[in-house]
């Protein structure tokens, strides 16, 4: 079997290997959520098993409808996705080519060099500042003729800081509207420093925009997969022209449908987290580690002088899986999502163990 040179190119995906391991695992590896669905979208999840014989909605009609109203935009500008990825991979497909330019900041999301490489445009990666922020004038500083697309991860993964919506407004104003810019919200809601509906205000101001969301976080829906797109209606018919056929499956088009009704929930679960990350922070700190300010669901660690490959190692043994800075772009470092307290009272122990 022979295949083409771009498979080659594209890089393997660095997903957390929380299978191979056995026993009572404290799992903080991927960013999920350490509660499963809320009660009503189990109920709605049953109703959708005795029609498992029929094909979704190929429209997701209910859930981008639902998401419309949420985010008071016409339903028209919603797109839907078998989670965000498939969004973004969708946008390179329609976006790019070979001789066209991306442009990221790095170290950011894994999948936006993959992205790169799928489509055969040429990745322009851009170191973060010294707070491990995107640094948005060296980016600008990079956008050329051949520039198409501009990623932005906000609040970026995996260090997990975030811009203010003002300097991604001053980006947006100043950038030639032929050139897209997809703003990477996968985390928006555990952001304390903004409200999850100033970037919404964006997208009306700004024709280029493509905001990116998803319901595996906060949500809780990481296995059945959906995530949405916000921005123009011609973005959504571009990327539901590349996409297979009813790629969104039921399961998921109900779940999430149900889920974005319980902003009480949603609220509940992000003061949560948020308390976690002030515990977790704090006792890193008196460990004297240090860490950049994360307005995610995780936070990224600098070991300083002390070896990663070992501590994750030696963590994983112990039965808490994390992922390691190696694996996400930055050596030297320690990704570890937040659980609930006592997922990180026994984080917090094996690495007492480690130090």
């Known amino acids: 079997m022979e295949f083409n040179d771009r498979l080659g190119r594209i890089p393997v995906y660095p997903a957390a290997k929380t299978w191979e391991h056995e026993g009572e695992l404290v799992e903080l590896a991927s960013n999920e959520a350490p509660w499963g669905p809320l009660p009503a979208v189990v109920g709605a999840l049953n109703g959708q098993i005795e029609r498992l014989n029929r094909y979704p909605d190929p429209g997701k009609t209910l859930l981008r409808q639902r998401i419309a109203d949420r985010c008071e935009l016409p ?53 973060l500042d010294d707070e491990q922020r995107h640094d948005l004038d060296a980016m600008a500083a990079e956008v050329t003729a051949a520039t198409r697309l501009v990623l932005i991860c906000n609040p970026n993964n995996p260090t997990g800081t975030a811009l203010p919506i003002e300097a991604i407004d001053a980006f ?94 949603v609220t509940r679960r992000v003061e949560a987290t948020i308390v976690e990350r002030a515990w977790i922070e704090v006792e890193l700190e008196d460990r004297g580690l240090t860490m950049s300010d994360s307005q995610a669901n995780f936070v990224w660690v600098n070991l300083g002088e002390r070896e990663e490959a070992p501590i994750v190692e ?19 470092h320690l990704r570890v999502t937040l659980g609930t307290r006592q997922q990180n009272e026994r984080f917090v122990t094996a690495l007492d163990e480690l130090l």
């Open 75 to 127: 339903a028209a500008r919603v797109a839907v996705g078998n989670g965000s990825c498939e969004l973004l991979m969708s946008a390179a497909e329609v976006l790019l080519e070979p001789g066209a330019e991306l442009i990221y900041a790095w170290p950011s999301f894994s999948i936006y060099p993959h992205i790169a490489a799928q489509s055969g445009a040429r990745a322009i990666e851009v170191p």
């Open 172 to 265: 947006m104003a100043n950038l030639p509207r032929h050139i897209a810019v997809i703003l990477d919200e996968a985390y928006v809601e555990f952001n304390a420093l903004q409200d999850p509906g100033d970037s919404l205000d964006l997208v009306q101001r700004h024709p280029n925009l493509i905001v990116l969301r998803t319901f595996s976080k906060v949500y809780g829906l990481c296995g059945l997969r959906a995530g949405y797109a916000l921005g123009p209606e011609e973005f959504r018919l571009a990327v539901d022209r590349v996409r297979q056929p009813f790629s969104v499956n039921a399961l998921a088009q109900a779940a999430a449908a149900e889920a974005i009704r319980h902003q009480d929930e």
């Open 314 to 332: 030696g963590l994983a043994q112990r039965g808490v899986i994390i992922r390691s800075g190696a694996a996400l772009g930055s050596e030297g």
